[in-house]
């Protein structure tokens, strides 16, 4: 996941920031307690503001996090999924960088946030069968 965002940062950095209206962050979180729970995700973007092409406000986060929380999350490949959080958990929350990205380039994140939960949606069933 984590080059995952990589490469998505680094395509966005390319992106136009004059017609920008959309800022993705890139957050990371301590490992710690949310409400009666272990916090995961421990990495996710936040995009914020207004499109562009029809001034639609923006407020949206999405993370990655395991399907169970145990000690196998630190040594191996564990199931998951795409989640977002609520806003104290963000502000909770570290910001590393921002970018701002033109409409186009908002779109094509939420196409990959969709795309990953698609296909974390079918291993898992997969996983399911298999077993």
């Known amino acids: 996941m984590r080059r995952l965002l990589l490469a998505a940062g680094a395509l966005f950095a390319l992106a136009s920031a004059a017609s920008a209206e959309v800022t ?52 191996e490949p564990v199931e998951g999924y795409v989640i977002s959080m609520p806003d104290d958990y963000m502000a909770m929350s570290e910001p590393h960088f921002s970018l701002l990205i033109s409409d186009e380039p908002y779109r094509s994140v939420l196409a990959i946030v969709e795309r990953w939960r698609n296909i974390l949606s079918h291993l898992i069933i997969l996983i399911q069968k298999i077993m």
């Open 24 to 75: 993705l962050t890139f957050y990371s979180h301590h490992f710690g307690t949310y409400g009666f729970g272990v916090t995961f995700p421990h990495a996710y973007v936040r995009l914020s503001g207004t499109t562009k092409a029809d001034a639609k406000p923006v407020n949206a986060n999405f993370g990655f996090t395991a399907q169970t929380i145990s000690p196998s999350i630190l040594w």
